[in-house]
């Protein structure tokens, strides 16, 4: 047998020692993964008083981040995160300031164009010559806090969850759950479900769990969906309970700790983000960003003859002068006029390389 039979052997018969198959493209995917990272976005909004979590904290609890420093208006903080070999580019975006506003409207533009702007930023780039370093800021999942202290959703929580359910993956949240009985808070998660299906409001679902997992994950999966909404206390200081030092607020019937899943739905909040950080990110891409590019492309974009996405306009700021619209539009006219030549050159010569081979 030649050298090439014992090497083309190995490839095709999974029984000989040192087989290499198919079967190893996860493990491929998985490592390039890995070497890659991950990016994930995630805003919290709440009016003042009802959101009991600074993004900081947040971050911290959830995955594990360092610090990051609190804003003032909204704006993205970035912390980078490894664990175990796998890294992960976390951003957090705060809200503060909803809700302050006379007309509710003054509260929602800011936050919805947020979230357009980074939809149209990734369209930007995406539309470029250059893909290959693509940062991914589109928010893929928005914590939503509602106040216990209401029968239910109030007429901002109704609109602005309107607003941008077709936007982003809406997550309700129940802030300050330790004011509410257990009973209250049963009552209290039924009524705004009640109402979120009322309204209509597009909150994201957990997907079931495919029939060939394991029995425990089909149960996390069954207590999550439960669990919506989830009802959380947070706190930021550390108290003695049980000889042990826990996060959790001190009152003179007892401790409420916020990571006991017998107290509060925090933990299952972040097993849900953490569990489902895959898939929040594929509705974002396959959902929300395809319906924004669609819409984009009707109203501003466009093709090319050779069946290219022409670069769109940068991302939305100060309106440029009349000179330097006509010196953009310029660069654009000489962009596509550069684009033109090179496939003009391309086409020249495959014709060239074709003649070539029909005289011999």
């Not at 009322?198 to 439960?226: C, N, V």
Request: proline share 4%; aromatic share 8%.
């Amino acid at each position: 047998m030649s050298q090439a039979d014992k090497m083309k052997g190995q490839f095709t018969n999974p029984e000989t020692p040192g087989y290499v198959g198919f079967a190893n493209l996860p493990n491929q995917v998985h490592r390039k993964s890995v070497k890659k990272g991950f990016e994930f976005t995630l805003m919290v909004v709440g009016e003042f008083g009802v959101f009991p979590l600074s993004c900081d904290w947040l971050a911290r609890v959830l995955v594990g981040a360092a610090e990051i420093e609190r804003t003032v208006q909204i704006e993205a903080s970035t912390v980078e995160i490894e664990e175990r070999g796998v890294k992960l580019r976390l951003t957090v975006v705060d809200t503060p300031g909803y809700g302050d506003a006379i007309n509710s409207q003054d509260c929602f533009s800011t936050i919805i164009s947020y979230i357009d702007d980074q939809f149209e930023r990734y369209l930007h780039d995406e539309s470029g010559l250059n893909r290959r370093h693509i940062v991914d800021n589109r928010v893929h999942c928005c914590f939503y806090f509602i106040s216990p202290l209401g029968h239910g959703l109030k007429p901002l929580d109704v609109q602005f969850m309107k607003a941008i359910h077709n936007k982003v993956n809406v997550v309700p949240v129940i802030a300050k759950a330790d004011t509410l009985t257990l009973r209250e808070r049963e009552r209290l998660k039924r009524r705004i479900l009640d109402e979120i299906d009322e309204h209509g409001i597009k909150i994201y679902h957990l997907p079931d769990a495919e029939s060939d997992e394991d029995e425990d994950f089909k149960e996390q999966t069954r207590i999550l969906k439960a669990s919506i909404p989830f009802a959380v206390v947070g706190s930021n200081q550390q108290i003695e309970a049980k000889g042990k030092k826990v996060r959790g607020r001190l009152y003179p019937w007892g401790v409420v700790e916020v990571e006991n899943p017998e107290h509060n739905d925090f933990l299952k909040l972040r097993t849900m983000l953490i569990t489902h950080m895959q898939d929040l990110q594929e509705v974002t891409q396959d959902l929300h960003y395809e319906s924004f590019r669609s819409d984009r492309l009707k109203r501003g974009g466009r093709l090319s003859s050779h069946g290219y996405i022409l670069p769109l306009s940068p991302v939305k700021g100060p309106e440029p002068e009349e000179t330097d619209k006509d010196m953009i539009l310029q660069e654009k006219e000489a962009e596509l006029r550069r684009m033109q030549e090179m496939i003009a050159k391309m086409q020249a010569q495959i014709q060239k390389g074709g003649e070539g081979e029909a005289d011999v």
